[in-house]
């Protein structure tokens, strides 16, 4: 009886510590595929409910985000629903006025492929017209399918006001004072004496890019927001090529407002050069609207014509 006892306090031998070892993975294996079976399962069964009922699940788990954004419902009910959008309802909105915000049809002045009888020779009264781009020269796409076209001339034009804020369509986009800017950009935005002396002075001088507007610097000062709207600052050659949103994102992931080299590409050229549409739109009218959202989302889709 003692010999027994103290056989049964023995540890366990090699081979039997190998195999429990063994089956305590085999049972960690089997638990960890009936959770990722479960949670298969669910998806799989989400995927196969009905639109009506997606929506009532993602309202029982929370994850319906809370209202507020301009785009709210189209995010919600069509986005996140992964709905195709038609080249049917895109081309609506191109010959729809009021469709982006108040304003003309986009076909009143884009429809055609002819730059004497369309501006730029822009053609969106058909998918291939608008897949074609500008045809004046220099020619250019205004979107790329199957991208997200937000920094695109179609979908920027819809949403980037032009700076100074509340400058009219008819004010000139070409006065010496762009022209200073974009050729300073064009020639590697450099630090130089030209900067300091001609380009800088600008963006610290009211009424420097338009009749009754203030300088650029009356909104933009400091790498902070606030006081700086998008923590940008147009006071300083180091606070512009930083650029924006550099606390919000990170110094690192900095939008940045100009490409030494390229004015087209900067978005101060940008904002200093191209009005929105439709032309006369306010600055206050939403920049995402919901239409604006889908015509993106199109395109994201890859811009299908059927």
């Known amino acids: 009886m003692h010999s027994t006892y103290k056989e049964t306090l023995m540890p366990f031998s090699l081979s039997t510590k ?11 294996v ?6 990722g079976f479960a949670i298969s399962a ?21 994850k319906i985000a809370p209202p507020g954004a301009e785009d709210h419902v189209v995010q919600e009910l069509i986005i996140k629903r992964n709905i195709p959008i038609t080249y049917k309802y895109i081309n609506t909105l191109m010959n729809t006025p009021n469709a982006f915000g108040p304003g003309v049809a986009c076909t009143v002045c884009h429809n ?6 369309s501006y730029r020779g822009l053609d969106l009264s058909t998918c291939k017209g608008m897949i074609e781009g500008a045809t004046e020269k220099p020619k250019h796409v205004v979107f790329t399918p199957g ?3 937000k920094r695109d001339p179609l979908v920027r034009r819809l949403r980037n006001n032009r700076m100074p804020l509340g400058m009219s369509f008819d004010n ?25 002396k001609n380009v800088l002075p600008l963006f610290k001088t009211a009424n420097a890019f338009g009749p009754e507007s203030p300088a650029c610097t009356a909104c933009h000062m400091s790498n902070q927001e606030p006081p700086s709207f998008h923590e940008l600052n147009l006071s300083t050659h180091a606070g512009i090529l930083l650029g924006a949103d550099s606390i919000a994102k990170g110094v690192d992931k900095a939008t940045k407002v100009i490409i030494p080299g390229n004015s087209s590409l900067s978005f101060v050229w940008q904002h200093l050069s191209e009005d929105r549409m439709p032309p006369g739109i306010a600055p206050s009218e939403p920049r995402d609207h919901p239409n604006t959202t889908i015509l993106a989302t199109w ?8």
């Open 18 to 28: 190998l195999r429990l070892s063994q089956i305590a993975k085999a049972s960690c």
């Open 30 to 35: 089997v638990a960890a595929l009936s959770v």
């Open 42 to 62: 669910q998806a799989q069964e989400k995927k196969y409910m009905s639109l009506a009922d997606q929506m009532i699940q993602d309202m029982k788990d929370g």
């Open 112 to 117: 055609s492929n002819d730059p004497s009888k």
């Open 147 to 149: 991208t997200n076209p």
């Open 172 to 196: 000139p986009t070409y006065t010496a004072n762009h022209i200073l800017v974009k050729n300073w950009i064009d020639s590697g935005a450099k630090n130089d004496d030209n900067f300091q």
């Open 299 to 306: 395109i994201k889709q890859g811009a299908k014509c059927d």
